[in-house]
């Protein structure tokens, strides 16, 4: 019975390169939400796609952002062009219907941007 | 502006009292709200849902929803030093022809023993 996995758990990137975040949801989930969380502060909304569609993106930034959801495979969230700003824990939640329902959380990537 | 506010706390309660954790927001259309607990470097973990005015118990755990006064709160019986964790208070809105949860900033919990 897994739940929601991301990968990797940990990863580092020098200033410039691409980071790629991956979230496969719980089974029998279509809809999934993206959070950045920054040391002591809240959680931050970020997108929610469901299968092959973006639902809702306006808490992605304009630039160097971008999320998919593809019919087949992990979702991804991809950061371009890293800057130290990005670093933060990026966390996946998967949910059985749409419109943020109880929603489950994976264990989060961190991304350390040198 | 739509929001969920919390008290951040820290809240400290000696072990086998009551924790209370109250969390207020802004819309009156917010039909769900969920409380989720945070342990430092951990993911955030569901503990309880609730969408109708009054009580939901759950083992140690009391949601309390006061619609009326937007409230929702969240009481932890005999409290255990493990329930030492930051507690998030979840609210779905309506934001036009979606549903967007907005998350308070958390209140931290720490249980004495």
């Known amino acids: 019975n897994a739940g929601v996995m991301q990968n990797p758990r940990h990863l580092v990137r020098r200033r410039g390169q691409e980071a790629r975040l991956r979230c496969s949801p719980m089974?029998?989930?279509?809809?999934v939400y993206w959070y950045r969380q920054l040391p002591e502060e809240g959680l931050k909304f970020m997108v929610y796609l469901q299968k092959e569609n973006i639902i809702d993106e306006s808490g992605m930034p304009k630039e160097r952002f971008s999320a998919e959801f593809p019919k087949e495979g992990p979702s991804i969230l991809r950061i371009q062009q890293v800057v130290r700003g990005d670093s933060a824990a990026y966390f996946c939640?998967?949910?059985?219907?749409?419109?943020?329902?109880?929603?489950?959380f994976g264990q989060g990537t961190r991304l350390t941007v040198v | 502006q739509k929001e969920v506010e919390q008290n951040s706390g820290p809240l400290s309660v000696p072990e086998g009292a009551i924790a209370s954790l109250n969390c207020t927001y802004s819309?009156?259309?917010?039909?769900?709200f969920f409380w989720y607990r945070q342990y430092s470097g951990k993911s955030p973990e569901l503990i309880m849902s609730i969408y109708s005015n009054g009580d939901k118990e759950d083992g140690r755990f009391t949601a309390q929803l006061n619609k009326a006064s937007q409230y929702v709160s969240l009481l932890i019986r005999d409290s255990q030093p493990s329930d030492s964790a930051t507690y998030l208070c979840a609210v779905n809105f309506n934001a036009g022809n979606n549903r967007k949860l907005i998350w308070g900033l958390g209140t931290s919990l720490a249980v004495n023993p």
């Open positions: 819309d009156r259309v917010s039909q769900s």
């Open positions: 939640a998967s949910s059985a219907t749409g419109g943020h329902t109880e929603a489950f």
């Open positions: 089974k029998g989930h279509s809809h």
